[in-house]
């Protein structure tokens, strides 16, 4: 069996932890998503470790202390357009017959 890695499972994975070994003055690691409109905040504490933040939602905005910045969603993902999400089959839904 073949796995294949996604960009966004090195971005998770092998990318966040040599941005962590090689670059110690990193302070926020961000993963923004491409299918819906979702960022994910990793931010590094004086103590060591991360805290991690999650923000949903086109209304929602986030602040990047070490920089002085709050981006809204809304701004980053301006002109995407998201696919609709399929309508949810009821409970009783079977296939073809």
């Keep these: ?40 905040h990793y931010v590094h504490q004086s103590v060591g470790g991360w805290s ?14 070490s920089i002085d910045c709050t981006l809204r969603l809304a701004d980053v993902y301006d002109r995407v357009v998201f696919p609709e999400e399929p309508a949810e089959m009821p409970d009783d839904a079977t296939g073809p017959s």
Aim: aromatic share 16%; charged share 20%; proline share 6%.
């Design 1 to 40: 069996m073949v796995f294949y890695r996604t960009p966004e499972a090195v971005d998770r994975g092998e990318k966040f932890l040599r941005y962590q070994l090689w670059n110690p003055t990193l302070t926020d690691y961000l993963l923004v998503s491409q299918s819906s409109p979702i960022i994910e």
């Design 52 to 65: 991690y933040y999650i923000y949903q939602g086109l209304e929602q905005s986030l602040s990047i202390k």
